[in-house]
């Protein structure tokens, strides 16, 4: 079998003919496979949801209960057939819940990896190694310049900045579903047992995941009723010292000014390129990612030795390019749609 008889790109995203499904289309089809519950991958308004259970749990907090016709809960490393087509969905170490979809047609295998990292992550299944004819990776940091220094010392530079100004709140800016709460099981890992503040919009996915058994400690929400209020009626004293988990568009909004001397920090790959951090105001960058980087994504791409590389979202080119060299047939998908800037 060909693969672009399994699985090509189309304005509606990646559609397989044979089982006539999309993986994670950009827009309402009939029948829809979803790796993930972040925006770009997951929308509402399908006939027909194939994903993970947690996946739909998210997609159910985020969009409501109607959020597709119909359903379908699929266990990882289940064997299901939709049109003819053996599907199976396997841990992507992105966040909670996500998969790569394996595709197997007549012996042929393709995988849609979705996003996924290499990195251990305490909120989240570890990324599993599906071996295929055709692996479909993300290239989000697909640049030799990304190379993401280690976890734990991004997180002791935040926890060694309050310790040097417990005057001020630091505002940690995090993604809300998955980024977010593995900042928070980091802060924890590190030692740091004081309660973390919530932003409002950080509160339904964070008592989720802790439903679902990760410790996230004391939470509390980041509300003027959490504290003492100064003359301004601004909850400024119990916030002092306090580390404040919130989306990163409330840093540069009215709603950090009610934090004593507001720290603001960002926990995103994208705070290697310093240009970045210095346009978003941020004076405590955090390299932290959910995606994996150049070194990950090419040892991934060597361990899993398949026929083909499909590359897509990101920096397609250079990763082509490095396959290419590697002797390995390489494409890139130029899929529309997805946004690397919420990571």
């Known amino acids: 079998m060909r693969a672009a008889s399994l699985l090509h790109p189309t304005p509606t995203g990646l559609y397989c003919p044979v089982g006539d499904f999309h993986i994670d289309p950009p827009r309402p089809v009939a029948r829809a496979l979803i790796t993930h519950g972040h925006s770009d991958h997951a929308r509402a308004g399908h006939g027909e949801v194939l994903a993970t259970r947690q996946t739909l749990d998210i ?203 507001p720290l603001i920090a960002f926990a995103s790959g994208w705070m290697q390129v310093r240009q970045r951090a210095k346009q978003r105001g941020v004076e405590l960058p955090l390299i932290l990612s959910d995606h994996v980087d150049w070194d990950d994504l090419t040892a991934t791409i060597r361990e899993l030795a398949p026929q083909e590389v499909w590359v897509t979202h990101g920096r397609e080119e250079a990763l082509v390019r490095w396959c290419e060299l590697e002797g390995v047939p390489a494409r890139p998908l130029h899929l529309v749609g997805f946004e690397d800037e919420a990571e």
């Open 59 to 261: 997609m159910r907090l985020r969009y409501g209960e109607d959020f597709a016709a119909r359903t379908q809960a699929i266990s990882l490393g289940e064997q299901i057939d939709v049109g003819g087509v053996t599907v199976s969905f396997h841990p992507a170490g992105h966040v909670l819940g996500s998969a790569q979809i394996r595709l197997q047609k007549d012996g042929f295998v393709i995988v849609a990896s979705g996003d996924y990292k290499r990195r251990p992550d305490p909120t989240c299944l570890p990324f599993e190694p599906v071996p295929c004819d055709v692996f479909i990776t993300e290239a989000t940091f697909g640049l030799p310049v990304f190379r993401h220094p280690d976890d734990a010392t991004e997180i002791a530079k935040l926890i060694a900045s309050v310790g040097q100004f417990p005057e001020r709140a630091h505002l940690v800016g995090a993604y809300s579903l998955g980024k977010a709460q593995r900042v928070i099981a980091l802060i924890r890992a590190a030692g740091y047992d004081a309660p973390i503040y919530l932003h409002g919009a950080m509160a339904t996915l964070c008592t989720y995941f802790q439903s679902e058994g990760i410790d996230l400690g004391d939470l509390r929400p980041a509300t003027v009723s959490a504290g003492k209020s100064d003359a301004n009626g601004e909850a400024k004293s119990a916030f002092a010292g306090a580390i404040v988990i919130c989306p990163p568009s409330a840093v540069a909004d009215t709603w950090a000014r009610r934090f004593p001397e």
